[in-house]
């Protein structure tokens, strides 16, 4: 079992950044492709971004490539995601995810576990 606790979120202002951290607990996550996911209100959860358990490979959704980063330190089992130049589009519950093995993984059926999510709120 692994268990994944999301930080970093709140309410900034168009244009600032944040950086997500994710927590895992119960195993260690290097052997495990990484994401996160955004839900907002009424709407899907949406693939964001992955990283292999390496490191050495990402993937990114079109909405946020460019703006948004995602790294890891197994380390330190954590995974983070770093947001640039948000908007209030940007405005949803952040989940990261585990998935087994080392592929990168884009759909919501692929994650093992998940978070319970952090709030991030982006006002005009």
């Known amino acids: 079992q692994v268990q994944l606790v999301e930080s970093g979120g709140g309410l900034v202002q168009a244009g600032d950044s944040l950086r997500l951290s994710c927590a895992a607990s119960g195993r260690t996550l290097s052997s495990y492709t990484m994401g996160w996911f955004r839900q907002a209100p009424g709407k899907e959860r949406d693939f964001l971004a992955a990283?292999?358990?390496?490191?050495?490979?990402?993937v990114y959704a079109d909405s946020v490539k460019g703006r948004f980063t995602i790294s890891r330190d197994n380390a330190k089992n954590t995974v983070y995601l770093q947001m640039n130049r948000l908007n209030p589009e940007d405005t949803a519950v952040y989940y990261c995810?585990?998935?087994?093995?080392?592929?990168?993984?884009?759909?919501?059926?692929?994650?093992?576990?998940w978070g319970q999510g952090t709030q991030v709120t982006v006002s005009p």
């Open positions: 990283i292999r358990w390496s490191g050495s490979s990402t």
């Open positions: 995810a585990a998935a087994i093995g080392g592929l990168l993984r884009r759909l919501r059926v692929e994650y093992d576990y």
